[in-house]
């Protein structure tokens, strides 16, 4: 029994038996899986007890072929850098479109580009590879950045959450890493919702939520004016013009009254400063359903403003760096500033999104006005 090295089912439980396999930690995942008709054989590490399995199957000899690993990026770099100097390398990178934006620690500066050439091959959909310069500069955090390798080309296409976003690099802060975020809070958002988004970049909120609800209107408001271009553009992108939403609306509004959908959907994008325009907001009589408020730092500075459109049941996101320790003061804060204005709040949620440094993490405060 201990010469057999496989176990033969039919193609039928072939799923079934490979992930009781994996959970099992029996699969042997050094081999190739083979096919022989209408069964498969698994490449398995030792033999077990058949009886704990509610289906037809044996264990089996099979010459298994051996799976090609293929070195990994930080393999591939481990080999050009001195030994010494490999705490120093950082694998993680960040990918707008077809870019990719590495750190390099100073050390490792005389090995950049071939860093940079290695990271290209080990990834079919890079095209480009920049460097991040110095840290996050001015009222609009904007990044530098230094061409390393691939095609000069700082126009990022980025896809995600079924939402296109261009947008050149140099122009305005976004962060890739938070998609998962984005999405998360259109999940949230209900029908007929009507969200607010303040400093919202190129739109990456914005069009989720568009395209990923049933929000019914969608203001949006950003002050550095080459990211208004940019939202103005990914608006077009992603075909959330006002005629073109009028026109699918029609297209589906038996569908979309079945649901009590209050359409069609309206999406506005506002550039100026918050200060300024939410005001304004206020003298057309809109309170808005969802404030989402993703400017970590200092989105508390503009609590007060925001609260100028909230009413009871108005849900907030508002984000922030911090130790966790602080956690509780924040919180603090917040329902502080907000008893100011007249309203309490329920704190509903905290989501830990990201980190800033290994001890300062990016949070989300999801808190509710009652």
Same mark, same amino acid.
């Given at each position: 029994?201990?010469? $057999? ?18 959970? *099992? ?14 069964s498969?054989? #698994? ?16 264990f ?18 481990l080999q050009? &850098? ?9 694998k993680? $990178?960040?990918?707008?479109? @077809? ?7 100073? =050390? ?8 940079a ?6 990834n ?6 920049? *460097? *991040?310069?110095?840290? #996050? ?16 080309? =700082? ?31 259109? !999940? ?18 914005? $069009?989720?939520i568009?395209?990923?609800s049933?929000? @019914?209107? &969608? &203001? ?5 004016p080459?990211?208004? $271009? ?14 073109f939403? *009028? ?7 038996? /569908? ?9 959907? /309206?999406?506005? !994008?506002h ?25 970590p ?33 924040i ?34 405060i ?5």
């Amino acid at each position: 029994m201990n010469d $057999y090295n496989g176990i033969k089912t039919k193609l039928l439980h072939a799923n079934y038996l490979k992930d009781y396999l994996k959970n *099992k930690n029996l699969l042997n995942l050094k081999y190739l899986s083979e096919k022989e008709n209408n069964s498969i054989i #698994f490449p398995i590490i030792k033999n077990f007890n058949l009886n704990n399995l509610d289906f037809d199957c044996s264990f089996v000899k099979c010459n298994f072929k051996a799976k090609i690993m293929k070195k990994t990026y930080k393999d591939l770099v481990l080999q050009i &850098i001195p030994s010494e100097l490999s705490f120093k390398f950082n694998k993680a $990178y960040d990918i707008f479109g @077809n870019i990719a934006i590495v750190e390099i620690e100073s =050390e490792l500066i005389p090995y950049e580009t071939e860093i940079a050439k290695i990271l290209i091959e080990s990834n079919d959909k890079i095209k480009s590879v920049y *460097k *991040k310069s110095g840290a #996050f500069e001015g009222e609009f955090r904007i990044q530098n950045y230094i061409y390393l390798a691939g095609i000069e080309n =700082e126009l990022a296409e980025h896809c995600e959450n079924n939402v296109k976003l261009n947008f050149n690099i140099g122009d305005l802060y976004f962060s890739s890493r938070l998609s998962n975020e984005r999405k998360r809070i259109a !999940n949230l958002v209900k029908l007929n919702e009507s969200v607010l988004i303040m400093f919202s970049g190129c739109g990456p909120y914005t $069009y989720t939520i568009a395209k990923n609800s049933f929000a @019914n209107k &969608i &203001i949006s408001i950003e002050k550095n004016p080459k990211a208004c $271009y940019w939202a103005n553009i990914n608006l077009d992108k992603n075909k959330l013009s006002s005629d073109f939403i *009028k026109e699918k609306y029609l297209k589906k509004k038996e /569908h979309f009254d079945k649901i009590k959908f209050k359409g069609p959907l /309206h999406v506005e !994008n506002h550039c100026g400063d918050v200060r300024e325009i939410i005001p304004l907001l206020k003298k057309e009589h809109d309170y808005f359903d969802r404030i989402i408020m993703p400017l970590p730092h200092i989105a508390n500075n503009f609590l007060d403003i925001a609260l100028l459109v909230a009413k009871k049941g108005t849900m907030f996101h508002l984000y922030d760096f911090m130790d966790l320790s602080e956690l509780e003061n924040i919180k603090l804060k917040i329902k502080k500033e907000c008893k100011i204005h007249g309203f309490d709040i329920e704190i509903k949620n905290i989501e830990i999104c990201g980190e800033f440094s290994p001890n300062i993490k990016r949070i989300c405060i999801d808190f509710l006005i009652i």
